[in-house]
């Protein structure tokens, strides 16, 4: 059973409605890449039950994401906020890099990146 990033990113926002147990088996297999085995160990379950619980983990947190796609969207505004934040940065350097440059567009720029960095926290 092959590790996805996704699925570490999917916990992250939609674990709480997995259960108690199923949230830990899924931590300790994705955040604290734990082999199934010494998941079963710590639990005291078999190896199998380790993979079919992550594996209905998996499904339901695909699930979800697939109706309500809040880790697609947040990836996307944070790629978005990225591509302002260099924008923006790119918009102070040929400011400046212009004879004496311009106050306002450079306080302007300024006030952007703050900003966006409120947004990106």
């Not at 949230?23 to 199998?48: C, H, K, P, V």
């Not at 380790?50 to 339901?60: F, L, S």
Request: glycine residues 8%; charged residues 25%.
């Amino acid at each position: 059973m092959a590790k996805d990033l996704t699925i570490s990113i999917l916990l992250d926002f939609y674990g709480k409605v997995l259960t108690d147990k199923q949230r830990e088996l899924m931590e300790q297999y994705y955040d604290e890449d734990l082999s199934l085995g010494e998941i079963a160990d710590n639990f005291g379950i078999t190896r199998q039950g380790v993979r079919d619980a992550i594996k209905r983990g998996e499904n339901t947190l695909l699930d979800l994401e697939a109706k309500l796609g809040f880790a697609a969207r947040y990836q996307a505004i944070q790629q978005n906020l990225e591509q302002m934040e260099q924008l923006t940065k790119d918009i102070c350097f040929y400011n400046n890099d212009a004879m004496g440059g311009n106050a306002q567009i450079d306080g302007a720029a300024k006030h952007l990146l703050a900003l966006i960095a409120q947004l990106g926290d």
